[in-house]
């Protein structure tokens, strides 16, 4: 059957009742996702996989839509300050993220939040609300594969924003722009400037009826945002930013295994390394861009707590009170034990193991001989992993 925009609209009609998909500018990413579905580079699983995965998001697109329309009241609702965490993927953004969440007066958003935000959850069941354990299900299936030792997120932790926006730039995460070269040109920044308007509907619907305290902030997160910092800000200026600094080519290579493994079972043909070849080169590709829009945004006048990904993983403590005493944020008393507790959780075995990975043919050498990288990494202090670092 050959795929089409309007066949995946009425798909998610029939499944809500609902009619109103809100600013049409998503069409044209649904149209671009749409041409690499019917592309035939996917096995019959991934075509299933992805075809389901666009209908949800329609789904939820709908009833966020008609949830705001029933209840404009949410519209009132103040978005508090945001210590926003970004930078390169594999960069120790999810670490950070994490230890950021400890703080009692802070709260990050959580997977099953971000997954079903509707209705909105509510204090008082919060912990309890079944959708928790609807989105561990889906994922528990996936216990002991190369994801869990890279890059593993249960239902109640805390998760990117990416899994929250309603065009479908969230569908695995974001992670299946690399298999989709026409849905990952749409990813535009006017694109993601829109998505990300669309997503203070979903702060506000998850702060509603589980408000923060007086005088806290969130905390969020999103690695992908980090070539587009200034729409982010633009979109969200509650957000004070932090980005992660790492070795590019450790940061690369990471993220090349992590797609690989993700994506193994929905390419059609060829070994692990043949397959994904092609694939790495966007991601190698926009790597400089990406770094050159970080240097770009502070370059604007914007405040930047810069993070070294070495010194997060040697002293996390020290950083997060580094990232507080330049934000103008107050770091409680108590926090520095909060993090070395979760260290050494994570270390006692909380965390799977790190995985073995492959270096799919990409050279240091040759990233580190661009100048855009050479500039990022003299201007912010960024020293080749002579032995790769594990958080």
């Known amino acids: 059957m050959q795929l089409t925009v309007d066949w995946f609209k009425q798909e998610a009609v029939a499944k809500t009742g609902l009619t109103d998909f809100g600013a049409d500018y998503f069409e044209t990413t649904l149209a671009a996702f749409v041409e690499d579905l019917n592309c035939g580079h996917l096995t019959e699983v991934g075509t299933g996989l992805f075809t389901r995965q666009m209908v949800n998001d329609l789904v939820r697109r709908l009833q966020v839509i008609d949830y705001m329309q029933r209840f404009p009241e949410i519209d009132d609702v103040e978005i508090p300050p945001i210590l ?3 930078g390169l993927e594999r960069t120790g953004t999810t ?17 099953w939040e971000l997954m079903y935000p509707v209705p909105a959850p509510e204090a008082a069941t919060w912990g309890s ?12 299936r996936l216990r002991g594969t190369k994801l869990e030792h890279m890059h593993w997120v249960e239902a109640t932790d805390p998760e990117e924003c990416y899994w929250g926006l309603l065009n479908g ?24 400037y829109q998505a990300l308007l669309e997503y203070r509907s979903i702060i506000k619907i998850l702060l509603w009826k589980n408000p923060l305290p ?32 790492r070795d ?31 694939i790495t ?19 604007s006048g914007h405040l930047l707590a810069n993070v070294s990904y070495p010194r997060l993983v040697a002293e996390p403590a020290a950083v997060v009170e580094q990232i507080y005493s330049e934000h103008g944020f ?45 500039s990022y990494c003299q201007r912010y202090g960024v020293q080749p992993e002579v032995e790769r670092i594990t958080g």
Do not use: W
């Not at 730039?169 to 920044?189: D, H, K, W, Y």
């Open 214 to 245: 007086e005088d806290s902030h969130l905390v969020l997160k999103s690695p992908q945002f980090c070539g587009t910092l200034s729409v982010l800000k633009r979109a969200l200026p509650e957000c004070r930013m932090i980005i992660t600094h």
């Open 330 to 374: 107050n770091m409680p008393a108590v926090l520095p034990a909060a993090i070395h507790d979760y260290i050494a959780a994570q270390k006692a075995g909380k965390r799977a193991r790190p995985a073995d990975i492959d270096n799919f043919g990409l050279r240091a050498e040759k990233l580190f001989a661009q100048p855009t990288v050479q």
């Open 281 to 299: 080169k966007p991601l190698v590709d926009q790597c400089p861009r990406r770094l050159m829009d970080i240097g770009h945004y502070e370059d």
């Open 248 to 278: 590019p080519y450790r940061a690369l290579v990471s993220l090349c295994n992590l797609q690989a493994h993700i994506h193994e079972p929905f390419v059609a043909s060829g070994g692990l390394r043949e397959r994904y070849g092609p």
């Open 84 to 86: 926003y965490v970004s």
């Open 129 to 140: 609300d079944p959708r928790i354990c609807k989105v561990q299900s889906s994922i528990e």
């Open 95 to 111: 670490l950070l993220h994490n230890l950021l969440n400890l703080d009692q007066q802070a709260r990050a958003f959580t997977r």
């Open 169 to 192: 730039f969230g569908i695995l995460g974001g992670s299946a722009f690399t298999i989709m070269p026409r849905f990952m040109a749409a990813r535009t920044p006017e694109a993601t």
